[in-house]
């Protein structure tokens, strides 16, 4: 049953993307944030779809370490049920991602109509240039910024290498950075087919100030709070 029920909504999450994609793109003369809450209802779609339909539940905690405005959230990635469910547990925000995902047709022409922030691969510093003049702009607009500073998926009990650019941008900016972790990747393995039932956890972290910190201090204290998190989630 496993198989048949992840098979199910891996074929209905295909074709929502079909349906909806087109939808989106209409919905560029509307303003930001009316364009978010359009378009974000596809992952509130598929969020309530993998718990009804695969058992995939899950629990934000720490949901008081939210400040007011807007933040630049550094997060565990080990799956794509996070950037679906994020969508749902965070206030309006946007991406960092590579440039390449918005030429995937119908997903990334649609994750375009978002303003995500595209950043060229291998680009070194000009990427740099990039998240900060983008992130400033999206952030004065008032909408949270989220990085995923291990840049690529990570299976469950592993690290990838901690990129500084969501650093960097939180401490041009001033704004504070929400470091989250969550054990996704057991239930939602990345590249996997099936979806495991069980009880995700996302723990949201105290806020790290950035004013006075280098972006390698923010770094570091973003990392070691996410890692030590991990430790205890994935015991």
């Known amino acids: ?26 919905t560029f003369p509307l303003p930001p944030l009316a364009r978010y809450r359009f378009i974000t209802q596809w992952s509130r779609f598929h ?3 993998v718990q009804h339909l695969c058992g995939v539940r899950y629990r934000v905690e720490g949901q008081e370490h939210l400040p007011p405005g807007p933040a630049i959230i550094l997060s565990k990635h080990q799956s794509a049920w996070e950037t679906l469910a994020f ?8 991406w960092v991602l590579k440039r390449e995902l918005i030429w995937v047709p119908f997903f990334g022409w649609a994750l375009s109509v978002l303003r995500p922030i595209a950043i060229e691969r291998g680009a070194g510093r000009r990427a740099f240039d990039q998240v900060i003049k983008q992130g400033r702009e999206r952030l004065a607009a008032g909408l949270w910024v ?8 990570m299976p469950p009990r592993t ?11 939180a401490g041009a900016t001033g704004c504070p950075v929400v470091p989250v972790a969550h054990n996704a990747g057991t239930f939602w393995p990345r590249r996997g087919f099936v979806k ?10 105290p806020v790290i ?5 280098s972006a390698e201090e923010i770094n570091a204290l973003a990392e070691d709070w996410i890692e030590a998190t991990m430790a205890v989630l994935e015991n």
Do not use: C, D
Not at 146 to 153: D, S
Not at 196 to 205: A, E, N, S
């Open 1 to 26: 049953m496993l198989y048949l029920r992840s098979a199910l909504f891996n074929t209905i999450m295909v074709l929502a993307v079909l349906i909806y994609a087109p939808l989106s793109l209409l």
């Open 47 to 49: 969020i309530w779809l």
């Open 87 to 94: 969508q749902v547990i965070f206030p309006p925000h946007t």
């Open 146 to 153: 989220l990085v995923f500073p291990e840049g690529t998926r």
């Open 159 to 169: 690290r990838g290498k901690y990129k500084l650019g969501g650093a960097v941008l």
């Open 196 to 205: 495991y039932p069980g009880l995700i956890r996302v723990v949201i972290g």
């Open 209 to 213: 100030e950035s004013r006075g910190r």
